[in-house]
């Protein structure tokens, strides 16, 4: 096949999965969110502080590093697989005798043996880098995504079974493992490869210097995410993490969806002509305005239907999370874009350039909790959080520019299109949520007529990109009739 075919195969998948998924994890969510209490949250959202951490270190950046090699060989994967094993045995057992100062810190005993079962996961999830990472390089996502549904149905199905049955904050520590356990058993069973028992010190030398990279990057970027829950969990109170936590779930589900897409379809792709500038530049250029196309509309829409939206899912039991959802869709845009020019950082690889983005974009992370914590108001954290992914997403495009030596204005043109359009459709929308009262009537007006400015808005500038999307649709809807 084509790098053009094997790419439209990879981010078909990689779109199927992600939106399957969400699909399973919203409507899961959405029971969990009514059955289990705000604590049950914030006593869960503790825990994911360290079982983030965890997880970094247990992948160390090598797989990203083995995403960033041309050729990797067999020996390559065994020996990151080998030494994923071992990293992630020894921090299980670290966090397992850390549990008692884990419960201290937020004032709950409960998290003592809840810690030591959570944390399992990370070792658990550890066993399927390789797997993913194999099939993701060859572009073959189609076992990465049928593994990610049926594991998100079943350890959705277990985790409503356990919080209908009254085990409260226990039924997303299961689900947590389930998930993990049928996750990498299905990649296991259907990516058709086993390690041998062999370690090259050669291999881990070679992509020690990418992996290291991102190791340092990823722990940065982790610090400066989860310092928002450990600070609200530790001397806020564990009810308030819980309300953090779902507008922070809900938000994300955007944002980590297309960025996984991007990550999983677009860095092999870029990998193979890290050599070539002019294909670089012109397969950059095409996802830039791509990835414009896609997250600005569903962002904005989102933040402009974020009141309906929980009312229609939840009543009124988490308005408090409302403002900071809306507020948090706003940032997670300057996310997603942030982590493309990561992407490409990457797949050129400038690890200098890589550390150096993730090291501003900490400092002003934390200039911005400093400088909204003595609030004591989470609406305020949240605006400190947004306003510092704006101020590194401007820095983002000025250090990849330089590093790729290519003009910042070149990527900041392609953008604007689609800034325009999905603004005047999200000011539209919001007005017309003003016409009637219910939630549901709410969400389908502003979802129709929001679709269709943006749409109008793009065909009368004739921006390619929607004609190629209403060309694509045209041909699909073809084929579905000839069947």
């Given at each position: ?23 399973i ?8 969110a ?21 997880m ?28 994923n ?7 299980y ?12 810190i ?33 572009m ?12 998100l ?23 947590t ?22 370690f ?67 860095v ?67 996310l997603?874009?942030?982590?493309f ?143």
């Amino acid at each position: 096949m084509s790098l053009k075919s094997r790419t439209a195969r990879s981010v078909k998948w990689s779109t199927i999965d992600r939106l399957s998924s969400q699909v399973i994890y919203a409507a899961v969510g959405v029971v969990l969110a009514n059955e289990l209490s705000k604590e049950d949250f914030g006593l869960v959202g503790a825990l994911t502080i360290f079982q983030a951490f965890a997880m970094i270190f247990v992948d160390s950046g090598f797989g990203a590093a083995l995403l960033q090699k041309k050729e990797p060989e067999e020996k390559d994967y065994s020996t990151v697989f080998w030494f994923n094993l071992i990293v992630s045995l020894g921090i299980y057992a670290v966090l397992f005798f850390c549990a008692p100062l884990i419960a201290d810190i937020f004032h709950d005993g409960r998290l003592l043996t809840m810690s030591r079962v959570m944390f399992a996961a990370f070792v658990i999830n550890g066993l399927g880098i390789i797997q993913t990472n194999r099939l993701t390089k060859t572009m073959n996502m189609r076992p990465v995504a049928m593994a990610n549904i049926v594991a998100l149905a079943v350890s959705g199905l277990l985790g409503i079974g356990l919080a209908l049955g009254g085990f409260g904050a226990w039924a997303l520590v299961w689900q947590t493992i389930s998930i993990a356990a049928v996750k990498t058993l299905l990649l296991w069973i259907t990516g058709r490869w086993w390690p041998s028992l062999h370690f090259s010190k050669a291999t881990f030398r070679d992509i020690r210097r990418v992996g290291g990279s991102v190791l340092t990057s990823s722990v940065l970027n982790t610090a400066c995410l989860q310092v928002y829950n450990f600070v609200i969990g530790a001397f806020y109170s564990l009810p308030l993490l819980g309300v953090y936590t779902q507008a922070d779930r809900w938000s994300k589900m955007g944002s980590a969806s297309i960025s996984q897409i991007m990550m999983s379809s677009f860095v092999p792709v870029l990998s193979k002509v890290q050599d070539a500038k002019d294909d670089f530049v012109r397969y950059m250029k095409r996802i830039n305005r791509f990835t414009a196309f896609i997250v600005f509309p569903f962002m904005l829409w989102l933040t402009a239907a974020g009141a309906p939206l929980f009312h229609f899912l939840f009543g009124n039991k988490w308005d408090e999370a409302i403002p900071l959802f809306q507020i948090l869709m706003v940032r997670g845009i300057f996310l997603v874009l942030t982590a493309f020019y990561n992407n490409l950082l990457l797949a050129k690889g400038k690890a200098r350039a890589m550390i150096a983005l993730e090291v501003v974009k900490d400092a002003i992370i934390v200039a911005a909790l400093f400088s909204t914590v003595w609030t004591f108001s989470l609406e305020w954290l949240v605006w400190g959080q947004l306003f510092a992914s704006l101020a590194t997403w401007i820095i983002s495009v000025a250090l990849t520019c330089r590093s790729l030596k290519i003009e910042s204005r070149d990527l900041l043109l392609d953008l604007l299109p689609f800034f325009g359009a999905s603004t005047a459709m999200c000011i539209g929308c919001w007005v017309l949520g003003f016409v009637v009262a219910s939630p549901i009537l709410q969400l389908l007006i502003e979802f129709f007529a929001g679709a269709a400015i943006y749409m109008l808005l793009l065909r009368m500038r004739g921006v390619s990109e929607m004609t190629e999307a209403l060309n694509f649709s045209k041909n699909f809807l073809s084929k579905l009739k000839l069947r």
